[in-house]
């Protein structure tokens, strides 16, 4: 039970900590309404540490909202845990030494989105102090300048590191829970990129990027993650397959070495100095290699296609699909069916030409095909005269269907 009394003009509160003792809180010289509150929210926590289980809800807000004064008291006689004063800057350092699962192009990203929340907060905004009305502003400067898919998946970061916060007990809430980040596949930027285009590109490329280009191409691999990690080792020229790493999956796939692969490798083995581990000898970033790709597009005369990097990859996924049954083709670029479908497998006008196709030539089967492996006899005479008919000259003694050979 705390009790609340008066020592001078000063408010304090009594209260027994879990061993038995007696602590006092001094809350100084405040309304005695204030005072009251305060009581009552103290015997909640008091109550709340003795039998360590959480304090009602609306305690925990008051705690929340408290200014640090009152908070350090508090903490000073063991009724909360200290305010952290964790900025922004600083906790998304500390977050992503916690993420060693991530791979290279993951980590990338994430330094963006951090870079962008840096802007747009401060990098010593207080964590503390981002609302919910700040993540709304976050959202409006992300959109104003990104793209729909890309904003959401900063923001996904940015929500990702504020939910640590709370897990590690800095926030009581996360101020960014309410905001939407996921973004379906955008069918709009989706397009197929053609072997025939792809090689025209190609042939305005040199060196390590174009070996980069149609690695993504004709073999799929992700761009930088896959192909800079590439080591010798891996390329089987025996074979011709290419056994490949995945950091964003942890998972190793083999892959086909198709011919345009093959070539542009064996030029970059034979070049390669003696002793050489990897096929790439350095890790050029994605923006460098896709705006060598963007100038070999004007160059060759080739229409440009969005997500640059990405649609080589996807394109080399159409292909497999096209020619290998789904689950082949998914495991192949070392993703799940529901991933390709949605994100990577595209239908271009000859995919529509040859299903109609298909489908005509199973129309006519069905027409003309025969029930059970038996020809259908023609009506007899005598059941002709029983429904008052005579059989039309233009119908054969085998009727309608034809009679199948071999039957």
Same mark, same amino acid.
């Given at each position: 039970?705390?009790?609340?009394?008066?020592?001078?003009?000063?408010?304090?509160?009594?209260?027994?900590?879990?061993?038995?003792?007696?602590?006092?809180?001094?809350?100084?010289?405040?309304?005695?309404?204030?005072?009251?509150?305060?009581?009552?929210?103290?015997?909640?926590?008091?109550?709340?540490?003795?039998?360590?289980?959480?304090?009602?809800?609306?305690?925990?807000?008051?705690?929340?909202?408290?200014?640090?004064?009152?908070?350090?008291?508090?903490?000073?006689?063991?009724?909360?845990?200290?305010?952290?004063?964790?900025?922004?800057?600083?906790?998304?350092?500390?977050?992503?030494?916690t993420r060693p699962d991530w791979g290279v192009s993951m980590g990338e990203q994430y330094d963006l989105a951090v870079k962008d929340a840096k802007a747009f907060f401060g990098e010593t905004r207080r964590l503390s102090t981002i609302t919910p009305a700040d993540g709304d502003g976050f959202r409006a400067h992300l &959109? $104003?300048? *990104? +793209?729909? !898919?890309?904003?959401?998946?900063?923001?996904?970061? %940015?929500?990702? /590191? @504020?939910?640590?916060?709370?897990?590690?007990?800095?926030?009581?809430?996360?101020?960014?829970?309410?905001?939407?980040?996921?973004?379906?596949?955008?069918?709009?930027?989706?397009?197929?990129?053609?072997? &025939? $285009?792809? *090689? +025209?590109? !190609?042939?305005?490329?040199?060196?390590?990027?174009? %070996?980069?280009? /149609? @690695?993504?191409?004709?073999?799929?691999?992700?761009?930088?993650?896959?192909?800079?990690?590439?080591?010798?080792?891996?390329?089987?020229?025996?074979?011709?397959?290419?056994?490949?790493?995945?950091?964003?999956?942890?998972?190793?796939?083999?892959?086909?070495?198709?011919?345009?692969?093959?070539?542009?490798?064996?030029?970059?083995?034979?070049?390669?100095?003696?002793?050489?581990?990897?096929?790439?000898?350095?890790?050029?970033?994605?923006?460098?290699?896709?705006?060598?790709?963007?100038?070999?597009?004007?160059?060759?005369?080739?229409?440009?296609?969005?997500?640059?990097?990405?649609?080589?990859?996807?394109?080399?996924?159409?292909?497999?699909?096209?020619?290998?049954?789904?689950?082949?083709?998914?495991?192949?670029?070392?993703?799940?069916?529901?991933?390709?479908?949605?994100?990577?497998?595209?239908?271009?006008?000859?995919?529509?030409?040859?299903?109609?196709?298909?489908?005509?030539?199973?129309?006519?089967?069905?027409?003309?095909?025969?029930?059970?492996?038996?020809?259908?006899?023609?009506?007899?005479?005598?059941?002709?005269?029983?429904?008052?008919?005579?059989?039309?000259?233009?119908?054969?003694?085998?009727?309608?269907?034809?009679?199948?050979?071999?039957?």
């Amino acid at each position: 039970m705390a009790s609340l009394f008066k020592r001078g003009d000063a408010w304090a509160i009594q209260f027994d900590d879990p061993d038995g003792e007696r602590r006092t809180l001094g809350l100084g010289r405040l309304p005695a309404t204030a005072a009251r509150t305060i009581a009552a929210h103290v015997e909640h926590l008091a109550g709340a540490t003795i039998a360590r289980t959480a304090p009602p809800p609306e305690t925990s807000k008051w705690l929340a909202d408290i200014g640090d004064t009152l908070r350090d008291k508090l903490a000073a006689v063991g009724l909360a845990a200290r305010r952290d004063t964790a900025t922004l800057g600083e906790f998304a350092a500390r977050y992503r030494k916690t993420r060693p699962d991530w791979g290279v192009s993951m980590g990338e990203q994430y330094d963006l989105a951090v870079k962008d929340a840096k802007a747009f907060f401060g990098e010593t905004r207080r964590l503390s102090t981002i609302t919910p009305a700040d993540g709304d502003g976050f959202r409006a400067h992300l &959109a $104003a300048r *990104l +793209a729909l !898919a890309t904003a959401r998946k900063r923001m996904r970061f %940015l929500k990702h /590191l @504020l939910r640590f916060a709370v897990r590690s007990k800095i926030l009581q809430e996360n101020p960014l829970e309410d905001q939407r980040t996921f973004s379906g596949p955008n069918r709009e930027r989706m397009q197929y990129v053609p072997a &025939a $285009a792809a *090689l +025209a590109v !190609a042939d305005e490329l040199t060196g390590e990027t174009r %070996l980069t280009f /149609l @690695l993504a191409r004709f073999a799929g691999l992700r761009v930088v993650s896959e192909t800079h990690a590439l080591s010798w080792s891996h390329v089987d020229f025996e074979r011709e397959t290419l056994r490949i790493f995945a950091p964003k999956t942890q998972r190793t796939r083999t892959v086909p070495m198709l011919p345009a692969v093959r070539a542009v490798l064996l030029k970059a083995f034979n070049e390669a100095p003696d002793g050489a581990e990897h096929v790439f000898r350095k890790r050029s970033p994605l923006p460098v290699c896709r705006r060598g790709v963007e100038r070999a597009i004007v160059r060759a005369g080739v229409a440009p296609w969005p997500k640059i990097m990405q649609q080589l990859r996807a394109s080399f996924a159409t292909d497999c699909v096209r020619a290998l049954p789904a689950n082949a083709a998914a495991e192949i670029l070392g993703h799940s069916l529901q991933v390709a479908a949605a994100h990577y497998w595209t239908a271009d006008s000859t995919d529509l030409q040859r299903a109609a196709q298909a489908l005509h030539n199973i129309a006519e089967w069905r027409e003309t095909a025969v029930p059970d492996g038996k020809p259908k006899r023609a009506k007899t005479a005598n059941k002709q005269a029983l429904c008052g008919m005579e059989r039309n000259s233009l119908v054969g003694q085998t009727g309608f269907e034809p009679v199948l050979e071999g039957f």
